[in-house]
């Protein structure tokens, strides 16, 4: 990759801002979004590094970023589609708002982000894109019809945009995490935890670093021949 610029989005913590700092330390300029103002060139202790509060769900901040980014010449050749929301509940009782809320910040917004990136990265002939999915979206949760749908969706807009760009250089993937402590799995009681960890073979949980560790991997010019990929990291939770 010539340039080194990536984009994350849900960069205020957890997964997001644990590849923040694993793409900082490999030389890379940092630029990511959330909602609330977060204070990345603390979290990073660098000036290497821009936050842009927005939410991905909005069309109209998501575009007025793009110019935003040309402005500063920081135009990314790596977008990584991290953020996400759960709104958990079975199926009977989930409210339209649970189902359009987690759509729409899953895998909608992976469009609306997508589409800002894909010209400059057609136009170089160079890209990455790396789209955080979840086991729930391979095996299906129960509780998690609106998130499991929105996670498998993820994998079918994955192989179908990896396909249309693969002759530019450009590939298209999904890490699919298992359980990772992050604050989205720390409201499990300690029962619920335990049943979690006796499914996984590895009989623990993951932590960011293991997402990161890969998706910096399916950045580097050594994954150029890997595209429309779907890979678990799980402790061998799901195995297809
Ligand atoms: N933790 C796990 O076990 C696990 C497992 C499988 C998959 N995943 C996936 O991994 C990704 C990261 O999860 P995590 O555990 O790190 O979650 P987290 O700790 O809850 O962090 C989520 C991040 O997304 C941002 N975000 C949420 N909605 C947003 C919106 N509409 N616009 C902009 N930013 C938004 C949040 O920032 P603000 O609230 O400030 O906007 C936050 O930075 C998610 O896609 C999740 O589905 C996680």
């Not at 953020?83 to 469009?111: C, H, P, Y």
């Not at 179908?160 to 995490?177: D, G, H, Q």
Request: aromatic share 8%; net charge neutral.
């Amino acid at each position: 990759m010539d340039k080194k610029i990536v984009f994350i989005t849900g960069i205020s913590r957890g997964i997001g801002l644990e590849i923040a700092k694993c793409f900082q330390k490999d030389g890379y300029f940092v630029v990511g979004s959330s909602r609330s103002n977060f204070d990345l060139n603390e979290a990073l202790s660098s000036d290497q590094c821009l936050h842009i509060p927005l939410d991905v769900t909005n069309r109209d901040q998501v575009s007025a970023c793009l110019d935003n980014l040309k402005d500063k010449d920081k135009v990314p050749n790596v977008l990584i589609n991290n953020a996400g929301i759960t709104k958990d509940q079975l199926f009977l009782r989930m409210k339209n708002e649970d189902w359009d809320d987690v759509i729409n910040s899953n895998l909608t917004s992976v469009f609306n982000i997508s589409k800002l990136f894909i010209k400059s990265m057609v136009k170089n002939r160079s890209g990455r894109i790396i789209n955080i999915s979840s086991v729930a979206g391979l095996m299906g949760n129960p509780g998690q019809v609106n998130y499991s749908a929105s996670k498998a969706g993820l994998g079918g807009f994955t192989r179908a945009l990896a396909k249309e760009v693969a002759a530019r250089n450009i590939t298209v993937n999904c890490i699919a995490p298992g359980f990772i402590e992050t604050d989205m799995t720390k409201h499990f009681q300690d029962d619920e935890l335990e049943n979690i960890i006796n499914q996984i073979p590895a009989f623990k949980m993951g932590n960011p670093e293991n997402i990161a560790d890969l998706a910096l991997f399916l950045a580097s010019d050594k994954a150029n021949y890997i595209t429309g990929q779907t890979i678990s990291v799980d402790g061998g939770l799901y195995m297809s």
